[in-house]
């Protein structure tokens, strides 16, 4: 039987993440909320890799990270640095490891980062934060801490628990930046060099800012302002109106359309199948689909569904810069 998985998730989407697993996932097992932030799959016959796929995929879309659980240590009883490293190597061939330690709810745990990696750089191993196929995992939880190992294309993130940490700069224009940044990051999207993208509800331009740092020509659509850093960006071409008459007037075939405007899931994921139209074959599709409501996982579901009249859903998650929200990436049938 696999070793257990330990999956994040944010602090009041823990009942979602667990339905959709035991809907994916039929069979006895056992599920169980270790924390704010951390559950435990246990007794279970499928792997870890079926489980991230299905996440990747967006079939599960409330899970952040996963790992394998190794061991797990009170906290008034804690191994060495040299047993941690000792547990961690066993059966382990890589040289080399990121090391990714968190405390659940807040926190990093950035002694046991150098608990373990010292120890583990004593046995010759290369140790970092990220960037290595082999992940280690150190969270403290409760009164434990928790060890598991993974490979980093089944962890769903190369951050501690998911937690996507960018830095605040002066350049940056809204904190929604963060947003597109991380999905950007998390699932590998390659804009096309010298692509055209239009952004819906563009207002401050937070993610028109990023469409530029990844060489977009952008059409930015809202009847509200640009901020004035980037109205001198001739590559920026600010349509002061909305959506629907935007479109009605538009003659430029769009290699990006993104959109995190504030409505409900199903009239973004329509927007989205009426800039469908503008949209190369191909052409790639990124919206936040807002939680809201009594139930955010039977709304995303129904966005998603409007969304697949036009679209093919690549990935849907809720990440950590999400709040309340789903990503959902999306490729022009």
Request: aromatic share 6%; charged share 25%.
């Amino acid at each position: 039987m696999p070793r257990s998985i330990l999956f994040s998730f944010a602090p009041d989407s823990y009942r979602y993440a667990v339905r959709e697993v035991r809907e994916v996932f039929q069979g006895d097992y056992r599920i169980e909320r270790l924390g704010a932030d951390l559950g435990r799959i246990s007794e279970h016959a499928f792997a870890i890799d079926e489980l991230a796929a299905a996440c990747d995929r967006g079939r599960i879309m409330f899970v952040r990270h996963l790992t394998q659980e190794l061991a797990g240590y009170p906290l008034d009883d804690l191994p060495t640095g040299h047993e941690l490293a000792t547990t961690v190597l066993e059966g382990m061939t890589a040289r080399s490891v990121a090391v990714q330690t968190w405390i659940d709810g807040a926190g990093t745990g950035g002694s046991y980062y150098h608990l373990l990696g010292d120890a583990l750089q004593s046995r010759g191993i290369s140790v970092s934060r990220s960037g290595q196929d082999v992940v280690v995992s150190c969270v403290e939880v409760g009164k434990q801490l928790v060890v598991g190992t993974n490979r980093r294309e089944h962890s769903l993130s190369d951050w501690p628990g998911g937690r996507m940490r960018l830095a605040r700069s002066e350049e940056r224009v809204s904190r929604s930046e963060f947003k597109l940044e991380e999905a950007i990051a998390t699932f590998g999207l390659e804009l096309p060099a010298g692509g055209k993208a239009v952004d819906l509800g563009a207002s401050p331009g937070g993610w028109t800012r990023i469409l530029r740092m990844h060489g977009q020509e952008v059409w930015s659509v809202d009847p509200g302002s640009l901020d004035q850093r980037l109205r001198g960006d001739r590559r920026i071409h600010h349509a002061a109106t909305t959506a629907g008459r935007f479109f009605a007037e538009n003659r430029v075939r769009f290699d990006v359309v993104v959109n995190d405007m504030r409505m409900d899931q199903v009239m973004s994921a329509r927007m989205m199948v009426d800039a469908a139209a503008h949209l190369r074959r191909g052409g790639l599709a990124v919206v936040t689909l807002k939680g809201g409501g009594k139930n955010p996982l039977d709304g995303a579901r129904r966005g998603m569904d409007v969304l697949r009249q036009e679209y093919a859903v690549l990935h849907a998650r809720q990440l950590h810069h999400n709040r309340n929200e789903i990503t959902v990436v999306a490729k022009r049938e």
